[in-house]
């Protein structure tokens, strides 16, 4: 495993070590390879992140303009999941040391799939003084048979119409982590911080004695996480002794002929052209699935996109009510676009079938193109509705023949027009009253009529499954502290009887990646890796609009504050900013395009704008497809794989004390390096394509 594992990274430009692990080793000689058409011998900071003896606007060899008079002291590259804070001059101190899978120092190198998007980060560092009036462009990439992969110019709501679209930039806004996100992972063994935030440890994961939040690598840094679309911006500075991450992705259209696809990265500065980057595509000869293997859920808040956008929660104004519903729905598309199913508040009332909004979600109109729609699952409906989402419906139906008469109007009306999708009756979330949860699933269960098929789900520990046995879906929390066979034979359970569901939700270190802010950037991508592993049906966040936290403390500026759930009590010497239930960006992926409560960050377009967060996961979910489409073609194969990559997760840590099972002192399975990552993707594509080959 470990050698086939070297051989896709050394194709990638990567050396590797022993134990198969990335080591960043200069793929490059450290110098231009490009023969300049003069000698000139001022020393910049080149393309590639090496210092260079050309700054004049001179060509190449090979016809590519290298840097002119640039004040950016370095430019390139990197998947993004390698999270360079914003204060790193990486390539300024030492351009080899940042090359990597995408860089080898002069190109970007990136490679998919049809019906895929590929995404790289290009970071821009100013290390001698500020840099104004930049602007970055990618405007098309050409491939064989005169194919391209296209991108149109477009201002304000225009970054909501994908059609000829398939090239986006984004400018990313930062956050600073102030303190840990308390429920992302526990403190007791700093092997389950992200790596970036641990302090020196030594044995089990015990910090060393007298260090403390100042210690942690990461501390008060600001992270990369907004990925506001570049239309919106414009021209930026950026700030002496700091970098600028603008992010790439590159949506490869089904039907794309396989091959290499070309095209620039342009850099100017104040309207003179200082970089042209060289980008290639390989584009490989199979296609990712319109449904994902992998099946998510995450909650869009109606309240929260109408109180932000328009100003009120519940507005009656019929102008405001149809912007409500335009905004919502592309809420619904952007999370499609990342692979993500989004679920909202339906069946509030006792009225079957679900409001009119719904049929172009549930058809797949809305993800067309007479919906300016074009991307991952175009033409495809979602896969999901959950009824009475967080117990809505409770207010609404009342006893046993009230319930029964709900739960056989929505089977009739699905059996009818949508007999495909999946829906449940979202019960109540994380309530100890297991009696009473019982009693309302037995009410459906024990249905005279088709509303017995009317699967139920709440949220609770899968351990308390059997304490309502009448229940479809304990969704469960990935927090699995407890003994491993009761975890794995109860998930097996729910996971393999036609009428039970297996989900789990949220994500808390090391039994999965966490959806912490701070978190490494391939923590998501290995949350998907576990939950295919594991055979999870679907994997739930709780939400991601929850702009003002109604349990700890009212609205959050989220473009400003990294903290959106729990309370900032006071600071700590070992976790800074803390509080009760202190997360940084939990319950967030999506920000607000317009902001009515906060009138200072809006950006005056009527849609949301995505977070990195949910590109990382997105990668994830379209590993997932890659392992599907392999695993048909060599199960051995890929399970070794899977194994290698994520040795363990969830239950499968165990314990450190049976009889308290509460505990346990580990580090992560999974390596934190994106090249590790990008060279296994590489591997589950000669299996894909060696079913072709015979």
């Not at 199979?286 to 309240?303: C, D, G, H």
């Not at 499954?465 to 229940?471: K, Q, R, V, Y």
């Not at 051995?636 to 239950?651: C, D, F, S």
């Amino acid at each position: 495993m470990v050698v086939g594992l070297c051989v896709a990274l050394s194709v990638m430009g990567v050396s590797c070590s022993d134990d198969g692990q990335a080591t960043g080793t200069d793929a490059g000689t450290g110098a231009d390879a490009d023969a300049d058409s003069d000698a000139d011998t001022d020393s910049d900071t080149d393309a590639d992140g090496d210092t260079d003896t050309d700054t004049d606007a001179d060509t190449d060899a090979d016809g590519d303009t290298d840097v002119m008079d640039s004040n950016l002291t370095a430019v390139w590259a990197n998947t993004g999941e390698d999270k360079v804070t914003q204060d790193e001059l990486r390539a300024t101190a030492d351009g080899s040391a940042v090359h990597n899978s995408v860089w080898d120092g002069q190109k970007i190198s990136i490679f998919g799939a049809r019906n895929e998007v590929v995404a790289f980060n290009l970071i821009l560092e100013a290390g001698d003084g500020g840099v104004g009036n930049v602007s970055v462009s990618l405007d098309g990439l050409s491939g064989p048979n005169s194919a391209t992969i296209a991108t149109k110019p477009v201002t304000g709501d225009g970054v909501f119409d994908w059609r000829e679209r398939h090239i986006e930039l984004f400018y990313i806004r930062y956050l600073q982590i102030k303190g840990l996100s308390d429920v992302s992972y526990n403190l007791y063994d700093e092997r389950h911080v992200p790596h970036n935030l641990r302090r020196p440890w030594s044995g089990d994961g015990t910090a060393n004695p007298g260090t403390g939040w100042s210690d942690r690598p990461g501390a008060d840094k600001y992270y990369p996480e907004i990925a506001v679309p570049l239309e919106l911006v414009g021209d930026f500075s950026v700030v002496d002794q700091n970098n600028q991450s603008i992010w790439c992705d590159i949506f490869i259209p089904p039907g794309s002929p396989a091959g290499v696809y070309t095209g620039t990265v342009v850099i100017t500065e104040g309207g003179a052209t200082t970089f042209n980057i060289p980008v290639e595509l390989t584009v490989h000869d199979f296609e990712l699935p319109q449904v994902p293997a992998i099946k998510t859920m995450t909650y869009v808040s109606r309240s929260n996109i109408n109180r932000r956008f328009i100003g009120e929660e519940w507005p009656s104004d019929p102008t405001d009510v149809a912007a409500s519903v335009l905004i919502t729905d592309r809420h619904f598309q952007l999370a499609h676009r990342h692979k993500l199913t989004a679920i909202a508040i339906e069946g509030a009332s006792r009225a079957a079938p679900p409001s009119a909004e719904w049929t172009s979600r549930l058809d797949g109109t809305l993800f067309s193109a007479a919906h300016q729609y074009d991307g991952p699952g175009a033409d495809t409906g979602l896969n999901l509705l959950s009824i009475g989402t967080y117990g809505a419906w409770i207010a609404h139906v009342d006893g046993e023949a009230e319930m029964q008469e709900y739960a056989n109007g929505w089977v009739d009306w699905f059996e009818v027009n949508h007999p495909d999708v999946e829906y449940f009756l979202y019960l109540i979330d994380e309530s100890s009253d297991y009696e009473q949860t019982e009693q309302w699933a037995n009410w459906v269960e024990t249905c005279s009529g088709a509303g017995s098929a009317l699967m139920t789900l709440a949220t609770m520990r899968i351990q308390n499954g059997p304490l309502c046995p009448s229940l479809d879906i304990p969704a469960t929390v990935s927090g699995v502290r407890g003994v491993p066979d009761e975890w794995e034979a109860l998930t097996v359970h729910y996971r393999d009887l036609p009428d039970k569901r297996a989900y789990y939700y949220n994500g808390v270190r090391p039994f999965v990646g966490s959806f912490a802010t701070e978190d490494d950037g391939v923590s998501l991508r290995a949350t998907s890796w576990i939950q295919y592993k594991t055979g999870i049906e679907r994997w739930f966040f709780w939400s991601s609009n929850y702009w003002r936290d109604n349990w700890f403390g009212g609205e959050t500026n989220v473009f400003q504050r990294a903290r959106t759930f729990g309370e900032f009590t006071s600071v700590s010497d070992i976790s800074g900013e803390t509080g009760n239930s202190y997360s940084n960006g939990d319950g967030v992926l999506l920000y607000p395009g317009t902001d009515e409560v906060y009138p200072e960050e809006s950006y005056g377009i009527q849609g949301p704008i995505g977070g990195l967060r949910m590109k990382f996961w997105r990668r994830g979910i379209q590993d997932g497809d890659y392992l599907a489409l392999a695993g048909a073609i060599d199960p051995t194969a890929v399970q070794g794989i899977i194994e290698a990559r994520v040795p363990k997760g969830l239950w499968e840590y165990g314990v450190d004390n049976p009889n308290d099972p509460t505990y346990v002192h580990t580090d992560i399975s999974w390596s934190i390096d994106p090249d590790v990552w990008e060279a296994t993707r590489a591997q589950l594509v000669e299996i894909i394509l060696s079913k072709k080959q015979k």
